[in-house]
């Protein structure tokens, strides 16, 4: 059995997450607060996650790295298939990143995590993202009604997503992105989309954000 250490609103996280809960290989999860930095480096020698250690004592992060030790160990009718279309979906995705982040950043940490359980977790993360997108989670706030107009345009131009009983290479690049867009309020979802993003998240058993949206 192998552990992950991970947070729950990392995307990488979440793609290492999903195979392994989708493939079934036996594994426990560590959530790690958000500054934890000594246990990662610890583990690895930088803080990154997710971070997968086997029984041996070893430790591994970079969460296509991850993914490729999980299928190793997992069964053949739980390989995935290869990816199609995940490079334009995500080339996609890059050009809203700044609307994205704007919108998720601040978000992070008013809804519950277990990673920002602490003050100083929360004061942590917030302080190295606000060097990222060069504002105060305040003013990212401010301009909410600004990123999810952009952001709903990047959504409606989006290709056809549909989930099939077996999880492909094309969902563990595409959905992790799409799922944190859950806990964002006043989002339009296309619906084929905001399906895709329900079909997925119950295919791997990972947690969307709903019924927790600001």
Same mark, same amino acid.
């Given at each position: 059995m192998f552990t992950l250490y991970q947070y729950l609103h990392c995307p990488f996280c979440v793609r290492a997450d999903m195979v392994a809960n989708?493939?079934?290989v036996p594994h426990k999860k560590v959530l790690l607060l958000?500054?934890?930095d000594e246990t990662c480096h610890k583990l690895i020698g930088k803080k990154m996650v997710p971070i997968l250690q086997p029984d041996d004592g070893t430790a591994m992060g970079e969460s296509l790295d991850i993914v490729d030790k999980i299928l190793s160990l =997992?069964?053949?009718?739980?390989q995935l298939q290869p990816a199609q279309q =995940?490079?334009? #979906? &995500? &080339?996609?995705l890059s050009e809203y990143s700044s609307d994205m982040n704007g919108l998720l950043f601040p978000r992070n940490i008013l809804?519950?995590?277990?990673?920002? =359980?602490?003050a100083s977790a929360r004061n942590y993360f917030q302080a190295k993202k606000e060097k990222v997108i =060069?504002?105060?989670? &305040?003013?990212?706030m401010s301009k909410t009604e600004q990123y999810i107009g952009r952001v709903n345009e990047m959504l409606s131009k989006l290709p056809q997503l549909k989930a099939s009983s077996n999880l492909g290479m094309d969902d563990v690049l595409i959905f992790p992105f799409l799922r944190n867009l859950t806990m964002v309020k006043g989002l339009e979802w296309p619906q084929p #989309?905001?399906?895709y993003v329900d079909d997925i998240a119950a295919l791997?058993?990972?947690?969307l954000y709903w019924q927790q949206a600001v």
């Open positions: 989708y493939t079934g958000n500054d934890d =997992a069964p053949a009718d739980k =995940a490079e334009k #979906v &995500t &080339t996609l809804i519950d995590q277990p990673e920002f =359980a602490t =060069a504002m105060t989670f &305040t003013e990212a #989309v905001k399906q791997t058993d990972i947690h």
